[in-house]
């Protein structure tokens, strides 16, 4: 049975270094620290790395995050990985849990979340199962 969480989220991004650039591309990595409420009650933390084109509205990033705390009353940590694309504007995001990632609580979750900015507030929604 799958089930459904949502809330929303604060999320602090803080550059790594001093990134590279070369023909029009440029490539940086950041740190991740996030604040989970709703369903889901806890923090991520994770690494992301990003790349930006000379074409306005056009990059793409990479994330992994790492999330504890408490999904719908179970405890327990999980991974997420994140697959961003901007294409002129348009954007394409897979955020999935990392198979067998669960601990605690959340051993054997597997699932989607969608992340939604609406006003400037970051919001989720995350379809989920628990299997033994």
Same mark, same amino acid.
């Given at each position: 049975m799958t089930n459904h969480a949502s809330g929303s989220f604060e999320v602090k991004m803080v550059p790594q270094g001093a990134g590279d650039q070369a023909d029009g591309i440029a490539v940086g990595r950041m740190s991740l620290d996030k604040e989970y409420r709703g369903d889901?009650? /806890?923090?991520?933390?994770?690494?992301?790395?990003?790349?930006?084109?000379?074409?306005? /509205?056009?990059?793409g990033y990479v994330a992994i995050e790492r999330v504890t705390g408490a999904l719908q009353g179970r405890r327990g940590s999980f991974v997420l990985q994140h697959h961003g694309i901007m294409t002129r504007g348009t954007p394409t995001l897979s955020v999935m849990v990392v198979p067998d990632s669960g601990t605690g609580e959340l051993t054997g979750l597997s699932g989607n979340l969608t992340i939604n900015i609406v006003d400037g507030k970051h919001l989720y929604e995350f379809d989920y199962t628990i299997t033994p």
């Open positions: 889901l009650e /806890g923090t991520g933390k994770g690494e992301m790395l990003a790349a930006r084109t000379s074409v306005a /509205g056009s990059a």
